[in-house]
């Protein structure tokens, strides 16, 4: 009667041994076994066996390539506070599994240890500007720094990346501020260099409508002497003098000059004198001012030759032997 009531309870016990001796072990997952406290060995990924009881699963460690982010706040050599964020991606070695899970406690804090050693040691070292531009110096330092450190418990340390720099509000705020001071001289540069260039256009076009106008009025100038010219030359051949003829001109231009200002309406130009006399009168007046000047012209030559006459001729010496003689 006892025997058939253990028999099942044998048997259930039995089956629960059983199922505690056998156990799995996850993909990139590594178990650590140990037998009445000491380290057996490792069991990986599978179906796993123990010896119930006796063994035990003390941990298991991930295989994974695992990130830590490590928010860092220092100074910079110029005296800004700033905080940088470091993320540290790293691996737990399988042939190191023994040491990874007994040599080390807590890997995180060991890692983030290190990680504030590093940068405090590196970023005084810089300006604000040379954090910007050289975080890349500041991440391989602390890869190597924790390379030398975390292999001997059995990490391997795949990748350190500055993934934030951010200084103090108001050191951002400045830094805003000069760059577009910086942007907007530049500009400001940009745009005087335009005014610049518009205004040496400018010149430069006026400079040639001048010519051009210049050359206009000389041509035109020119062909009205032309006809002027050939004007005197026809009333000559008709018996009238240069005088009579140049009169002629000039009165006859004076009225097409009223005739011209009679055209337009609501004209406010007077042309004075415009009696018939006043052609006459203005070119007899031009005749005596270039006479008056041709005469005046002679004069001043005669003048000049007379006094290079003097200042050529040459001096007699006191003592020439003439001199001598007059004396005796």
Do not use: C, W
């Not at 795949?158 to 830094?175: E, H, R």
């Not at 004007?231 to 009238?240: E, F």
């Amino acid at each position: 009667m006892i025997t058939t009531v253990l028999i099942p309870i044998l048997i259930v016990l039995g089956l629960i041994i059983l199922f505690t001796g056998i156990f799995t072990v996850k993909q990139q997952t590594s178990a650590i076994v140990e037998r009445f406290g000491k380290y057996r060995n490792i069991r990986h990924s599978g179906l796993q066996f123990k010896i119930p009881i006796i063994d035990q699963i003390a941990g298991r460690i991930n295989l994974k390539v695992q990130q830590l982010d490590v928010l860092v706040e220092t100074k910079t050599k110029d005296d800004v506070f700033v905080k940088l964020k470091i993320s540290v991606q790293f691996q737990v070695i399988k042939m190191n599994v023994y040491d990874a899970f007994y040599k080390l406690e807590s890997p995180h804090d060991q890692i983030t240890s290190y990680v504030f050693d590093v940068v405090r040691a590196e970023v005084p070292k810089m300006k604000l500007d040379n954090v910007f531009e050289r975080k890349n110096d500041i991440a391989i330092a602390v890869k190597r720094e924790l390379n030398q450190a975390m292999s001997d418990y059995g990490y391997d340390i795949i990748k350190t990346l500055v993934t934030d720099i951010d200084p103090d509000a108001q050191v951002k705020s400045a830094m805003n501020r000069i760059n577009a001071a910086e942007r907007e001289k530049v500009a400001a540069e940009y745009i005087g260099e335009a005014e610049r260039i518009k205004i040496v256009a400018k010149a430069r076009a006026e400079a040639e409508s001048k010519r051009l106008q210049g050359q206009g009025i000389a041509d035109q100038r020119r062909e009205i002497a032309r006809g002027l010219e050939e004007s005197v030359d026809v009333l000559n051949n008709v018996g009238i003098n240069s005088q009579e003829a140049s009169a002629l001109i000039v009165v006859t231009q004076h009225y097409d000059t009223l005739q011209s200002i009679g055209e337009h309406t609501n004209s406010n130009l007077i042309l004075l004198p415009n009696s018939p006399q006043a052609g006459s009168d203005m070119l007899n007046n031009m005749i005596a001012s270039f006479t008056a000047s041709n005469q005046i012209g002679e004069a001043m030559k005669e003048k000049n030759a007379k006094n290079l006459a003097a200042k050529t001729k040459p001096k007699r010496r006191r003592d020439s032997p003439d001199r001598e003689e007059e004396t005796e």
